[in-house]
């Protein structure tokens, strides 16, 4: 298998751009979730979904940003528009279920915003 | 709110040693417990995965405890390698909330010398 798929790799992009990261999950996983990396907070839940449904999206933190599943191979995450605050790596991950299950992480992708 | 806590921040140690990375959680109840590895500028390597009904778990030179009862989780890494210099994250997941999701610590990192 080749794992959780994400593109970009790295996005560098203006302020007020929109942008969007695409996710790949392993084939069968039925769990999705985004996560962001910064130094000063560290690994953070953005959202996750759940056989293609958002169950939790209490960590994104504004209207500006939004998450999609429009099938169980396929995930986006937009920032529009985006600010300089929202540099960043961000997460793909996945798993079989929700629960005691292992989660998988994608490669990420490094987001830059001038 | 779940915190995780990891020490030490960062660690160095000769080729050969063993060591204990040690993780703190403030709620008890979880589901279970994710050790990563994490290279610079790469993604998150699952290591090991414990549910919250076992006490370790094991895979090559690496074993990990949990003790839920006193919020506790140690990763043991024996006769330490130049390759296991990394970031290394530990993650629970909750139960109490419904949040199906992993907090993670701010990880240690480690670095082997040869």
């Known amino acids: 298998d080749a794992g959780v798929i994400q593109s970009p790799r790295h996005e560098v992009t203006e302020m007020g751009q929109e942008v969007t990261l695409r996710c790949k999950p392993i084939?069968?996983?039925?769990?999705l979730f985004w996560y962001r990396q910064t130094m000063m907070r560290g690994l953070e839940l953005l959202i996750y979904f759940n056989n293609n449904v958002p169950i939790d999206d209490s960590g994104m933190p504004e209207d500006r940003f939004s998450a999609k599943m429009p099938n169980a191979s396929f995930s986006t995450l937009k920032i529009q528009p985006s600010e300089p605050r929202d540099s960043a790596v961000y997460f793909c991950?996945?798993?079989?279920?929700?629960?005691?299950?292992?989660?998988?992480f994608g490669p990420g992708t490094r987001l830059t915003v001038t | 709110k779940q915190e995780v806590t990891q020490i030490p921040a960062a660690l160095s140690v000769p080729e050969g040693e063993n060591l204990v990375l040690n993780c703190s959680f403030t709620?008890?109840?979880?589901?279970?417990l994710q050790w990563f590895r994490q290279d610079p500028g790469k993604g998150l390597t699952s290591l090991l995965l414990?549910?919250?009904?076992?006490r370790e778990q094991t895979s090559g030179r690496l074993n990990a405890s949990l003790d839920k009862s006193s919020g506790r989780s140690t990763l043991y890494i024996a006769a330490s390698q130049p390759g296991d210099s990394a970031t290394y994250l530990c993650?629970?997941?909750?139960?109490?909330?419904?949040?199906?999701?992993?907090?993670f610590g701010s990880g240690t990192r480690l670095q082997v010398q040869p």
């Open positions: 414990i549910q919250s009904s076992q």
């Open positions: 709620d008890s109840a979880i589901y279970n």
């Open positions: 991950a996945s798993s079989l279920n929700l629960g005691n299950h292992e989660q998988y």
């Open positions: 993650a629970v997941g909750e139960w109490d909330t419904g949040r199906r999701a992993l907090t």
């Open positions: 084939s069968g996983h039925n769990s």
